[in-house]
C-alpha cells in the first residue's frame, strides 16, 4: 500500500459530502471510509436511477424540463437518459461556480508566450466567437471542425460551438492530412477551424500545405478560418478568414439549450483497424459523467489547477477542459514534454502550481527511466495528485511516484477510453492505492470481469465488461442510423452487455488491474497473460527503452511464435547478453510458456498520437499484411518506424 486516505476523508473530501448526502436523501446507509466504499459503489450501480438523480442534484445541473424518469429504453443499447431535459455542457462550465477575475484558463506554448485568461476574458472571446459563427449560419447540428493545437482559441472555439447546439470535433495538427480526412470527411463540417503551424519544441512544423489540401479534400465546408499561431504577423491565405475576423464583433454570451442527448462532439476512435468509428457524444452524458468523475472521483472544484498532458485528438482533452465545470483552472500545454529534457512538464506544475497532474504512463515510466527525482528538483508542494492513463502503468513506476514525485499523495490511475470519454475503472480519494493497481471501479460503472462463458470473476483475469448502462455511453457512431453498428462493436459478444477489449482482474479488495486489449493477449498452451505484464518486465530493465510483443498463433493449434520487438536504451544493443537476461527474467517472473521465441531489435515503438502501442497492426504486418492498410499513417506518432517490422517479417 502506497497511499491511505486520511481520518477525515469523508467529511474533507466531495465524494465524503456526496455520500452523507446520499444518506439522507435516499435513506440507504453508504459511508465514505474505506470499509464503505463498496457499499456505496455497490448502490450506484443497483439503483442507477438514484446514483445518477443524486449526481443531478447535489451538483446543482441548470436544465429545463422534468428530470423523471431518468432513463427509458428496453435494453442497455437502446436506453435514452433523462429525456424530458433540455441543458447546455458549455452553460454549465462558464456558469456561476465562477467569480468575473478568476483566472480560468492557463496556456504555456513553445510557440509563444504563456496566456492568462480569467473568466470575464473567457466568456468575452466565446462570446465575440459565437457571434462569428452565426453570422457564418452555423446553428444547432451543424458540425464545427478544428485542426488546432491545446490552445485556448481552441477551447473558446468549443465553448462558442456547444453554446449554439452545434456539434464540434477535433484533430491535433500532428495528423496527417489523409487522417484528417478520414474523419471529417465522414461528419461533413460547416466550418473548418486550422492553425498555419505550430512549434515542437526546436522544430518548426509548417501546416499550410496541409491547410491548402484539407480545403480541397472537404468540399462541403463552407468556410475555413485559420489561426495565424506559427506566423501571427501573415494574413490568412486567399479565400478564408482569419481568427480575428472571426470574432471580430462583440456577441451576447447565451446558451442554446438541447435535448440531454443531443450530440456535443464526435470523438473518433484510433483507425489503426480501419476507417476511425465517429463516436458522438451528448451533452448531459458528457456534463454528469465528469461531474462525477472530477468532483467525486478526483476530489476537483474551485482553486484546483488541473492540468492534463494531451493533443486536441486524444479524449483526455475533453477530459482536461471539463475541469470548468467544477470551477477548475484548466492548464493547457502544446509543445514537446521532452523539451529541452524531461523536466519540462514537471517545471511546468512547479510555475503554475498546479494540484491534479495528469499524464501518461510511458511518460511516468521515461521519467523513471531517466533518473528524474521532480520532488527534490521542483517546488511541488501545491502537487496533490498524480494522474495516469494511456497505458497499464508498471508497479515500479507507482513507486517512482510515491518516493519521486508526490510522497505522501495519491497516484490516480484511471482506465477507460473514448467510447465513453470517461473512466470505468480509477481511483477515489476515500480508498488506498496499491502498487500496481487502479483503486476502485467507479461509481455508477457496473464494471466486471467475464471468463470465457460469460460469468463474473474475482481474483481472476476476464473480459471487461460494463452490465448497465451510463450516460456518457455514446450517443450513438455517426451515420448510423439504424444503429447496428453500434450494437455490433460493443453489444456482440455478450448479447445486452457492454464488452470492452480489455483484460481486467478484480481482486478480492476491490481494486483493479488491467493488463493489456483483449485482442492483444498472449494465450501460449492455455497460459493467458496481458501483453502489459510482459511491458512491465522488460522495459524495468535499465538496457531496455522501449518494447513491443505479438503473439502469431499456429492455426494448428501448436504454441505459435512469439515476438518480442526491443528499443534499446542509449548506450546499448540488443546482443545475446540481453536477450537471454530477457528471455530468463520472463520465465523467472512470469511463465516458462511466454519466453520470446524471437527478441528483434527496432528504433522505435510504433505508436498512436495518443501513445497507444500498435500491437494489433504490427501482428497484421508479421502475418504479411502491408504497413499501409493496417494503419493510416497521419495517424501515428511516428509512422516510419512499420517499415522496420516487415523487414523483420522478411529476415524470418
Not at 474533507?12 to 448526502?21: K, L, M, N, Y
Not at 452555423?138 to 477551447?155: K, M, Q, S
Not at 511546468?348 to 497532474?357: G, Q, S, Y
Not at 499523495?409 to 470505468?424: E, K, M, Q
Request: glycine share 10%.
Amino acid at each position: 500500500m502506497l497511499w491511505r486516505p486520511s481520518p477525515d476523508a469523508d467529511r474533507a473530501t466531495v465524494i465524503g459530502r456526496f455520500a452523507h448526502f446520499v444518506t439522507e436523501r435516499a435513506g440507504v446507509d453508504v459511508g465514505a471510509q474505506r470499509a464503505d466504499y463498496d457499499a456505496l459503489w455497490r448502490w450506484s450501480t443497483t439503483d442507477i436511477d438514484g446514483f445518477w438523480s443524486a449526481v443531478w442534484e447535489l451538483f446543482g445541473v441548470r436544465a429545463d424540463g422534468d428530470p423523471t424518469p431518468v432513463r427509458v429504453g428496453d435494453d442497455m443499447a437502446s436506453t435514452r437518459w433523462f429525456p424530458g431535459t433540455e441543458l447546455n455542457w458549455a452553460e454549465h462550465a462558464l456558469g456561476a461556480q465562477w467569480a468575473d477575475d478568476q483566472v480560468a484558463v492557463i496556456a504555456a506554448s513553445q510557440t509563444r508566450s504563456t496566456r492568462y485568461l480569467t473568466v470575464r476574458e473567457l466568456r468575452r472571446e466565446v462570446a465575440r466567437v459565437r457571434a462569428g459563427l452565426v453570422r457564418l449560419g452555423v446553428g444547432r447540428g451543424d458540425r464545427v471542425a478544428a485542426y488546432l493545437p491545446n490552445i485556448p482559441e481552441t477551447l473558446v472555439a468549443l465553448l462558442a460551438t456547444a453554446s449554439l447546439g452545434a456539434i464540434w470535433s477535433s484533430c491535433a495538427p500532428e495528423f496527417g492530412v489523409r487522417s484528417v480526412v478520414d474523419r471529417f470527411a465522414q461528419i461533413e463540417p460547416t466550418v473548418l477551424l486550422a492553425v498555419d503551424g505550430y512549434r515542437y519544441g526546436d522544430k518548426v512544423v509548417d501546416r499550410r500545405a496541409e491547410l491548402d489540401a484539407l480545403r480541397r479534400a472537404l468540399p462541403a465546408t463552407a468556410v475555413t478560418v485559420v489561426v495565424s499561431y506559427l506566423h501571427p504577423q501573415h494574413p490568412p491565405p486567399p479565400g478564408t478568414l482569419s481568427w480575428d475576423e472571426l470574432g471580430a464583433a462583440e456577441g451576447q454570451l447565451r446558451f442554446e439549450r438541447v435535448p440531454f442527448s443531443h450530440p456535443l462532439y464526435v470523438l473518433y476512435s484510433s483507425g489503426t483497424t480501419g476507417l476511425p468509428k465517429p463516436i458522438v457524444h451528448g451533452h448531459g452524458g458528457i456534463l454528469l459523467t465528469h461531474l462525477r468523475d472530477l468532483a467525486l472521483h478526483q476530489d476537483m472544484g474551485a482553486g484546483d489547477r488541473f492540468f492534463w498532458f494531451t493533443t486536441t485528438g486524444w479524449m483526455m482533452w475533453n477530459y482536461l477542459v471539463s475541469g470548468l465545470t467544477v470551477g477548475a483552472t484548466v492548464v493547457l500545454f502544446d509543445g514537446d514534454p521532452g523539451y529541452p529534457d524531461l523536466g519540462t512538464l514537471w517545471q511546468l506544475a512547479e510555475e503554475e502550481a498546479i494540484t491534479v497532474f495528469g499524464v501518461s504512463a510511458p511518460y511516468l515510466m521515461a521519467c523513471r527511466r531517466a533518473g528524474l527525482e521532480p520532488a527534490r528538483t521542483f517546488g511541488l508542494h501545491r502537487l496533490r495528485e498524480v494522474a495516469s492513463t494511456g497505458a497499464p502503468l508498471p508497479a515500479a513506476g507507482y513507486q517512482w511516484v510515491a518516493e519521486a514525485v508526490a510522497p505522501g499523495r495519491p497516484l490516480a490511475a484511471i482506465s477507460g477510453g473514448t467510447d465513453i470519454c470517461s473512466a470505468f475503472v480509477g481511483h477515489a480519494p476515500t480508498v488506498p492505492v496499491w502498487a500496481g493497481e487502479m483503486s476502485c471501479r467507479v461509481l455508477g460503472a457496473a464494471v466486471a470481469a467475464f471468463d470465457p462463458e460469460g460469468h463474473p470473476v474475482i481474483g481472476a483475469e476476464g473480459e471487461l465488461v460494463v452490465t448497465a448502462p451510463l450516460p456518457s455511453m455514446p450517443v450513438g457512431l455517426w451515420g448510423d442510423d439504424d444503429r447496428s453498428r453500434y450494437r455490433d462493436t460493443y453489444f456482440s459478444t455478450y448479447p445486452g452487455v457492454w464488452r470492452h477489449g480489455d483484460w481486467l482482474t478484480i481482486t478480492e479488495r476491490g481494486s483493479c488491474i488491467i493488463s493489456g486489449r483483449s485482442d492483444a493477449t498472449l494465450n501460449r498452451g492455455g497460459v493467458r497473460i496481458g501483453t502489459a505484464e510482459i511491458y512491465a518486465v522488460v522495459e524495468d530493465r535499465p538496457e531496455v527503452a522501449d518494447s513491443l510483443v505479438v503473439h502469431l498463433e499456429d492455426p494448428g493449434g501448436g504454441p505459435g511464435e512469439l515476438v518480442l520487438f526491443v528499443v534499446p536504451a542509449p548506450g546499448h544493443v540488443v546482443d545475446d547478453e540481453l536477450r537471454r537476461g530477457l528471455a530468463s527474467e520472463v520465465r523467472r517472473s512470469l511463465s516458462p510458456r511466454h519466453v520470446p521465441d524471437r527478441i528483434v531489435a527496432v528504433s522505435a515503438v510504433p505508436r498512436t498520437l495518443s501513445g497507444k502501442k500498435l500491437e494489433v497492426p504490427v501482428k497484421k504486418i508479421l502475418q504479411g499484411a502491408d504497413p499501409q492498410t493496417v494503419a493510416s499513417p497521419g495517424s501515428l506518432a511516428n509512422p516510419g518506424s512499420l517499415a522496420e517490422y516487415q523487414r523483420a517479417t522478411i529476415d524470418r
